[in-house]
């Protein structure tokens, strides 16, 4: 199976490519999917010697992460599969951060703007997601009995909070090192969207609105 992946919710753009006989990655460590993603990925398929309809599945990291970087790459991703009429796959970061196999219970961390986060935990008996304050995100998390918490994703401003509320922190690394990467392994086992159209984005917690300052009245 060939599949495209994109990502640019977490914290940089990169893109992979998996052609069934290696994965080719483009990742700068920068947020330039706006600049440079449509160029990252013609080179990727240039390199593995594809055009975009002899790809099985595009997919592409629905977020939460970076608001406007999860914005972008889903519109192209959105493009590429309408233009090429390929399968399109969407894979949340929670996803593309778990480790494969992790033990239970696991709290994945998605780092938002300064102050917010956005994560998930999963235990044996269900899932619940919470995207806000990190102070107040833990504690509607983790109001359990404190006992042994497995940690993922961008873990390094939390796990200090987690400890102060008595929980004992193994941290886990991510499932790959490029979160492209991740994706496009994710993306041949998940279905793939019934319309481009219909893949909804994950924005967490949406950035604050600046409000215009008012011209005093005469």
């Not at 619940?128 to 833990?138: D, H, Y």
């Not at 918490?149 to 922190?169: F, K, M, P, Q, Y």
């Not at 090192?177 to 984005?201: E, G, K, N």
Request: aromatic residues 4%; negative net charge; hydrophobic residues 45%.
């Amino acid at each position: 199976m060939k599949i495209l992946a994109l990502d640019a919710a977490l914290g940089e753009f990169s893109a992979a490519l998996d052609d069934g006989a290696r994965v080719h990655v483009a990742a700068t460590g920068q947020q330039d999917a706006l600049e440079a993603g449509l160029g990252r990925i013609e080179d990727l398929l240039g390199e593995a010697g594809l055009r975009l309809r002899d790809l099985d599945r595009i997919a592409v990291g629905l977020g939460p992460g970076s608001f406007t970087g999860v914005r972008i790459a889903v519109a192209y991703a959105k493009s590429l599969a309408y233009g090429s009429g390929v399968p399109l796959v969407g894979i949340s970061s929670y996803d593309a951060l778990e480790p494969e196999g992790a033990p239970l219970p696991i709290l994945t961390v998605v780092r938002g703007r300064r102050g917010v986060i956005c994560a998930r935990l999963r235990t044996e008996v269900g899932t619940e997601t919470a995207c806000g304050p990190t102070a107040a995100v833990l504690d509607r998390l983790l109001a359990g009995t404190p006992g042994i918490v497995h940690a993922a994703g961008n873990t390094e401003d939390v796990l200090s909070e987690i400890a102060e509320r008595g929980w004992t922190v193994r941290a886990l690394p991510p499932r790959a090192d490029v979160p492209a990467v991740a994706i496009a392994q994710l993306a041949r086992t998940r279905a793939p969207s019934p319309t481009p159209h219909a893949l909804a984005p994950d924005y967490g917690e949406a950035p604050a609105v600046t409000q215009p300052k008012m011209r005093p009245s005469h």
